[in-house]
């Protein structure tokens, strides 16, 4: 402890100021990171989500989607550039490197730091991305029916499709009336972002 003590009364202040925003941001970027691992690498396979589903070409809601994600993965990369700009700060300091080179230095390894974490995060959202259902997937699939499709109308089912259980807008095959909760199976594609159905 005694040689700690030494070591800390015998650096800058800027420097002391640097190893402090480094353990901060170390913290808060490890607790960002881990979050990041569970929350998009966690949970069951089969998931429950409500999008539109494409036809082939990418949807309003593909943009939505990628707006999101890029407001969240900002936080972290933010965190990263951060940590890195103070981790290499105060040890380039502690090597006795000129303050301006130090900062240069430290920017730079910052940045790059942003990028990869920004890169790592993107990969895995695009992993366990689900507003990308493609709607020609769910022919064959099972579901039941959600909102009630009165005769010759339409209402909506939950059906498992690519390992995702999803809502779709559907209509039942014969015109026929179908109530919530009746197992139904896909037929084909009744239309732009509509399923038909039918009773299993």
């Keep these: ?3 700690f003590n030494v070591w800390w ?13 480094a353990f901060f ?16 690498g966690g949970g069951d396979a089969t998931l429950d989500t409500h999008v539109e589903p494409t036809t082939g070409h990418d949807s309003p809601t593909d943009a939505s989607e990628t ?8 936080v972290r990369s ?20 000129p303050v301006s080179r130090s900062l240069l230095y430290a920017f730079a390894w910052g940045i790059a730091a942003m990028l990869i974490v920004s890169w ?5 959202r695009r992993m366990t991305e689900t507003g990308n259902v493609k709607i020609e997937a769910c022919v064959g699939a099972d579901g ?11 209402g909506e089912v939950r059906v498992l499709c690519s ?10 095959a014969g015109g026929t009336a179908m109530k919530s909760g009746t197992p139904v199976r896909v037929t084909k594609i009744a239309g732009p972002n509509i399923i038909e159905v039918e009773t299993l």
């Design 1 to 3: 402890m005694e040689s």
């Design 9 to 21: 009364q015998g650096l800058a202040s800027l420097n002391q100021w640097f190893f402090v925003a």
């Design 25 to 40: 941001f170390s913290v808060f970027f490890l607790w960002q990171l881990v979050m990041a691992i569970i929350g998009l």
């Design 67 to 74: 707006i999101t994600a890029f407001k969240l993965l900002s």
């Design 78 to 97: 933010i965190l990263a550039f951060c940590t890195l700009f103070s981790w290499a700060g105060a040890l380039y300091m502690d090597n006795q490197v």
């Design 120 to 124: 790592i995060l993107h990969m895995l």
């Design 144 to 154: 039941t029916v959600y909102l009630d499709i009165p005769a010759g109308g339409q």
């Design 163 to 172: 390992g995702v259980m999803t809502h779709f807008k559907a209509r039942a």
